[in-house]
DNA sequence: ATAGGGTTAG
């Protein structure tokens, strides 16, 4: 309810305001809070439709004040407190005379509300005349005398080929515009033209040249860079507006949040928010809301972002959807669970998005039957017809909850599909094991004409690895090195050795790794854990040594593998030289599962006191585990005194381990220390 | 032609 009837109307009252100037801001304000739905709304269509029709350049203005109702109204009383807020800070205020090609351009347009001012409008009263003049501002500066009409044609058509995302008409466009040597006076909508059609050299090279004065083409830019997944160089671009002199307004934040989200820069994210809250931007801007709302939720600071959902002036069901996707982005199903049901006590319908959200959130907890009941709602509205996404999140929900006959049914009956929907599902196969499925999906998605992408390819991949069909691997492998995707994708890379290391190709794996363009620890990792895994331990520290010497920086996964080849091969001093130089050299932080190498490293040889020392180095905490494979390896030599030790601690950390009880009176009894086995017993 | 540039989802 408080979406539709009051924030809504409320905007279109606004911008009712700032195109027609004819309604006093304190009457439609006053108005918008207080009438009734209905009121508002025809109040506010009633104001389109003056817009529409409204031409302040055909010198509407003495027209206007000749009429009675209710314009003659506003246009007394909205003025003079315009004009009022100008003069008490016009550092509030656009000064766009410069820039006026057109008498029906405003001399001055506030930063926030956008509300526009003209120096010789006709209804200004007296007062305001005497301090302009005061001002030396009782004129307005002579418009630029370029209302040429090509000019004017040319930007109408570059803004169609932005809108239609046109690339070839606008350079066509261009080329046109150079020709009549009015580059000049088109730089503006040339650059935001090229900006909205993703061209962003060409774009950034004219903002370069033209060096522009508007905020709106800076804006344009760093949009086009942010939704570009160039968030850097939208932050960058920003910095380059403040230099140049021009002041962002609530637009420009909201696209640079949207920045600050993307490369989960939280602490750039809060400078802005302090600087929104200094230009008091937040009070009558939901979209600025919301954007300050989902960075916070993006860079997982759910509960600054919960903060804000309770505090902004306006919320919407906006807000409430960057929030639950912040949940389900961190994957805090739960949570997400509970702010929608929250949102829905508090009257706010869910939309598609949310829907989108919650589904995401069922999958990755395993909800099905909320994810059921969620999906059962989405079709009783229709939702499903022309949504894609909406649908794949579905199939994926139902994939992700290992419901695959349901997640298969739901992919049919879609009215659409495309490659994300087919990987949802094929990804479902695969996660599942069900690798013949998955095969048997990619070659029906392939009849249908849609190819595969990245995502698509590593799904497969997987699925090859578990049924060890290296033919259909290695062919895949082919595919995509015809595509070039290995030279930027290293998920991708690493799915291909992966696959070969499961097929037990190791050469081939080794091929891949050796030859791969880009420097990452996850392949090799791959090829190291499955040397490690299949016995073959030597190999598995020769390529270590490889990496090492390629440069590359051993992780967490790395050192489990090399631990454990080490273990194997009964090499204790050098498992031991890793395990310090993880920590010394390679700043790897070693946890249980390293710590249990190490005892099974030295359980293998028998120098059981040694373990003790590596154990006592942990973090108290999670270190059962680590004392019951000490005590493990204890009974194995039948050392009592280090085994009483590591029973002690096991027993310490958990109070009912019959395990170790039993394990502690073996030790005894293989020692024949019966009374003390018996002891234990009891 | 007198605005233009913005938030949430597989």
Redesign the pocket.
């Known amino acids: 309810m408080h979406a539709v009837s009051d924030v809504y109307p409320c905007k279109s009252v606004r911008i009712g305001i700032?195109?027609s100037l004819s309604l006093s801001l304190s009457l439609s304000l006053s108005l918008s809070l207080s009438l009734s739905l209905s009121l508002s709304l025809s109040l506010s269509l009633w104001l389109m439709a003056t817009v529409s029709s409204y031409?302040p350049?055909k010198s509407e203005f003495s027209k206007m004040s000749d009429r009675k109702e209710p314009t003659s109204i506003s246009c007394t009383a909205s003025l003079p407190m315009l004009w009022k807020e100008y003069f008490r800070d016009p550092s509030q205020w656009w000064d766009?005379r410069s820039?006026k090609?057109?008498p029906?351009?405003?001399d001055f347009k506030h930063k926030g509300t956008?509300q526009?001012l003209w120096i010789d409008n006709p209804c200004t009263p007296s007062w305001v005349t005497a301090e302009l003049s005061r001002r030396s501002m009782e004129t307005p500066l002579p418009a630029r005398p370029v209302?040429?009409d090509d000019?004017?044609a040319f930007?109408?058509s570059l803004?169609a080929c932005?809108?239609s995302k046109d690339l070839r008409k606008g350079s066509l466009i261009h080329e046109e515009i150079l020709r009549k040597g009015l580059v000049d006076q088109c730089s503006?909508?040339l650059i935001?033209m090229y900006a909205?059609c993703g061209a962003l050299v060409k774009a950034q090279e004219l903002l370069d040249i033209h060096s522009s004065r508007?905020?709106?083409?800076w804006?344009?830019m760093i949009?086009a860079y942010?939704?570009h997944k160039q968030a850097r160089d939208a932050l960058r671009c920003f910095e380059h507006m403040q230099l140049a002199g021009l002041s962002?307004?609530?637009?420009?934040?909201?696209?640079v949040?949207?920045a600050c989200?993307s490369v989960q820069d939280i602490d750039k994210g809060r400078k802005i928010h302090a600087e929104i809250i200094r230009q008091g931007l937040i009070g009558d801007?939901?979209?600025?809301g919301?954007?300050l709302l989902?960075m916070y939720a993006?860079c997982g600071a759910l509960s600054t972002a919960q903060y804000l959902l309770q505090w902004l002036p306006s919320r919407?069901?906006?807000?409430w959807?960057?929030l639950i996707?912040g949940y389900?982005?961190l994957g805090q199903g739960e949570q997400a669970l509970r702010c929608f049901e929250q949102m829905q006590i508090e009257g706010f319908s869910p939309?598609?998005?949310?829907f989108?959200?919650i589904?995401?959130a069922c999958g990755s907890i395993g909800a099905l039957e909320k994810g059921e009941e969620v999906f059962y709602e989405i079709a009783k509205q229709e939702l499903f017809e022309n949504?894609?996404?909406?649908?794949?999140?579905t199939v994926?929900m139902f994939a992700k909850c290992g419901a695959l006959s349901k997640a298969q049914q739901v992919f049919q009956n879609l009215p659409s599909?495309?490659?994300?929907?087919w990987n949802?599902l094929i990804a479902g196969y695969a996660a599942q094991g069900q690798g013949n499925q998955a095969l048997e999906c990619f070659a029906k998605m392939q009849q249908e004409g849609i190819s595969a992408n990245e995502v698509t390819y590593s799904c497969i991949l997987d699925a090859c690895g578990s049924l060890g069909a290296l033919d259909k691997g290695t062919e895949v492998h082919h595919e995509i090195t015809r595509q070039n995707l290995l030279q930027t994708n290293i998920v991708l890379s690493t799915a291909v050795v992966d696959m070969y290391v499961k097929c037990g190709a190791f050469q081939s794996a080794e091929q891949v790794v050796e030859e791969l363009p880009l420097q990452a620890v996850a392949p090799w990792n791959s090829l190291i854990t499955g040397y490690a895994r299949q016995g073959q331990s030597d190999q598995a520290l020769k390529c270590f040594k490889l990496m090492i010497h390629r440069g590359i920086n051993p992780d967490a996964v790395t050192f489990t593998g090399v631990l454990n080849a080490c273990s194997h091969l009964g090499l204790t001093d050098e498992g031991l030289m890793h395990f310090m130089s993880m920590k010394k050299i390679y700043n790897v932080k070693p946890d249980i599962g390293h710590y249990t190498c190490m005892i099974d490293l030295f359980g293998r040889s028998g120098q059981l006191d040694k373990a003790m020392e590596v154990i006592k180095e942990m973090p108290p905490g999670e270190d059962l585990a680590v004392w019951s494979a000490l005590l493990g390896a204890c009974q194995k030599w039948g050392d009592v005194n280090v085994g009483k030790r590591a029973f002690e601690h096991s027993v310490e950390l958990s109070q009912n381990d019959a395990a170790a009880y039993a394990l502690m009176a073996n030790i005894y009894a293989t020692a024949s220390l019966y009374n003390d086995a018996e002891k234990v017993e009891v």
């Open positions: 700032s195109l031409q350049w766009n820039r090609v057109h029906g351009y405003p956008k526009c209302i040429c000019c004017t930007v109408v803004r932005a809108k503006d909508a935001t909205k508007n905020a709106y083409t804006t344009a949009t942010a939704q962002p307004d609530a637009v420009t934040f909201a696209c949040l949207n989200s801007d939901v979209v600025l919301n954007a989902d993006k919407d069901v906006v807000s959807n960057a996707s389900t982005l939309t598609s998005v949310t989108t959200c589904l995401e949504n894609i996404v909406l649908g794949t999140a994926d599909r495309d490659v994300v929907s949802a």
